[in-house]
């Protein structure tokens, strides 16, 4: 049974780091895409990271590049990270842990699935 788990939300001030944990269950890293979506209040769901298994390159979406990074643990195999760095107001949002959709530099599908979701909030 294929689940995810995130870990790592919480407060934090405009500017500040915060990095959040997925651990999945079910499956191996390398079977399907994996990667971090989020929705903020009012708003859609985004796609906001992702690691590709057809290539293995990260992607991010334009408002997070240079801020956010996605990595896999090395060590423990079911765990995937998303570093955030320079952290805005608007990055406020629920953020999801997700897996096996498409996603490149071109765009991403919708993810087969999700997480239970992490809250992020960046205020003062």
């Known amino acids: 049974q294929v689940q995810l788990v995130e870990s790592g939300g919480g407060l934090v001030q405009p500017g500040g780091s915060m990095r959040l944990s997925c651990t999945v269950h079910?499956?191996?890293?390398?079977?399907?895409?994996i990667g971090w979506f989020r929705q903020a209040p009012g708003k859609e769901r985004e796609g906001v990271a992702c690691?590709?298994?057809?290539?293995?390159?990260?992607?991010y979406t334009d408002s997070v590049k240079g801020r956010f990074t996605i990595s896999r643990d090395n060590d423990k195999s079911s765990v995937v990270y998303l570093q955030m760095n320079s952290l805005q107001p608007e990055d406020t949002a629920i953020y999801y842990c997700?897996?096996?959709?498409?996603?490149?530099?071109?765009?991403?599908?919708?993810?087969?699935?999700w997480g239970q979701g992490s809250q992020v909030t960046v205020s003062s």
């Open positions: 997700v897996a096996d959709y498409y996603c490149s530099a071109y765009g991403y599908g919708r993810p087969a699935y």
């Open positions: 079910g499956f191996d890293l390398e079977d399907y895409t």
């Open positions: 690691i590709s298994n057809s290539d293995d390159n990260p992607y």
